[in-house]
T-cell receptor
Framework: GAVVSQHPSWVICKSGTSVKIECRSLDFQATTMFWYRQFPKQSLMLMATSNEGSKATYEQGVEKDKFLINHASLTLSTLTVTSAHPEDSSFYIC?????????????FGPGTRLTVL | GEDVEQSLFLSVREGDSSVINCTYTDSSSTYLYWYKQEPGAGLQLLTYIFSNMDMKQDQRLTVLLNKKDKHLSLRIADTQTGDSAIYFCAEKNTGGFKTIFGAGTRLFVKA
């Protein structure tokens, strides 16, 4: 199946700094990527939908200035958590949509654990 | 709006069968999925079923779909300790862009 990678797999940062997380589709082109956030023992919360070459669509309640998304190419989307605070600590998961592989067209990355001190 | 619900926890003994249940509200759902998430990892697609099917079997996994009741189940035969994980039910319709996930069922397998 298609492979999606995320980098880094974990990151620890100081409060007030910005952190960038990369999501790459390794063997297919992804016109759409999704960013999720998962709190411990809770479900996935869709944060935003990222479309290549256009602005991301954010879900209600997600601050777009806080969570900057860039989808500059068909294989790479980045999520930047700006001025991170401890409450931003979470597990962030991306997925990439391979429109050529209906119905199992959404493939998930392994996740990035962010800890803000 | 669309909603997917699952029980949050299931505990079984090794070797027994596990049945994880899910209900959804969107009658136009076209695809229904089961994902597995192991600790500290992303989601792995286990299996899926198209809405015009009633059942799908894949080795130890059996998916049953009752479209009338909007009920989906995942049966794992001969459950092993390695099956301990969180299982997410999800649905998507043909015109939909997003996949809607349930809250996940945590399966605990006792040796």
């Amino acid at each position: 199946g298609a492979v999606v990678s995320q980098h880094p797999s974990w990151v620890i940062c100081k409060s007030g700094t910005s952190v960038k997380i990369e999501c790459r589709s390794l063997d297919f082109q992804a016109t759409t990527m999704f960013w999720y956030r998962q709190f411990p023992k809770q479900s996935l919360m869709l944060m935003a939908t990222s479309n290549e070459g256009s602005k991301a669509t954010y879900e209600q309640g997600v601050e777009k200035d806080k969570f900057l998304i860039n989808h500059a190419s068909l294989t790479l989307s980045t999520l930047t958590v700006t001025s991170a605070h401890p409450e931003d600590s979470s597990f962030y998961i991306c997925s990439a949509r391979d429109s050529g592989q209906e119905p199992n067209e959404q493939f998930f990355g392994p996740g990035t654990r962010l800890t803000v001190l | 709006g669309e909603d997917v619900e699952q029980s949050l926890f299931l505990s079984v003994r090794e070797g027994d069968s596990s049945v994880i249940n899910c209900t959804y509200t969107d009658s136009s759902s076209t695809y229904l999925y089961w994902y597995k998430q192991e600790p500290g990892a992303g989601l792995q697609l286990l299996t899926y079923i198209f809405s015009n099917m009633d059942m799908k079997q894949d080795q130890r996994l059996t998916v049953l779909l009752n479209k009338k009741d909007k009920h989906l189940s995942l049966r794992i035969a001969d459950t092993q300790t390695g099956d301990s994980a969180i299982y997410f039910c999800a649905e998507k319709n043909t015109g939909g862009f997003k996949t809607i996930f349930g809250a996940g069922t945590r399966l605990f397998v006792k040796a």
